[in-house]
């Protein structure tokens, strides 16, 4: 069974960073891709980036590109976010998801596995 789970969130000031990590477990993830999400009080869960875990691509919502970097660690089965120059609506819980095959999808319904989440709170 697939189980992802997130970790490093937590309150920072503007201007400040944070690291997630995704670690997922339960099957070889070779031919998947992971995304990360975010969903802030009242509003839709919104796309924030996501990896092919073979050869490590990668693909970004626009307003993340710059500030937000997705990577991978295969060793570790760890797929982390880096959060750079964070602004107060960031704040949100970011989820990690993850769909089999290799092509990049931003809808939430098009992944198959989720994580708990874990909160962001950015204050101004």
């Known amino acids: 069974q697939v189980q992802l789970v997130e970790s490093g969130g937590g309150l920072v000031q503007a201007g400040g960073s944070l690291r997630l990590s995704c670690a997922a477990s339960g099957r070889t993830f070779s031919s998947y891709v992971i995304g990360w999400f975010r969903q802030a009080p009242e509003k839709e869960r919104e796309f924030v980036a996501a990896?092919?875990?073979?050869?490590?691509?990668?693909y970004y919502a626009d307003p993340m590109k710059g500030r937000f970097t997705i990577s991978r660690d295969n060793a570790k089965n760890t797929v982390y976010l880096q959060m750079n120059s964070l602004k107060p609506e960031d704040t949100a819980v970011y989820s990690c998801?993850?769909?089999?095959?290799?092509?990049?999808?931003?809808?939430?319904?098009?992944?198959?596995?989720w994580g708990q989440g874990t909160q962001v709170t950015v204050s101004s």
């Open positions: 998801a993850a769909r089999s095959g290799n092509l990049f999808y931003s809808a939430p319904g098009s992944y198959d596995y």
């Open positions: 990896i092919r875990w073979s050869g490590g691509s990668t």
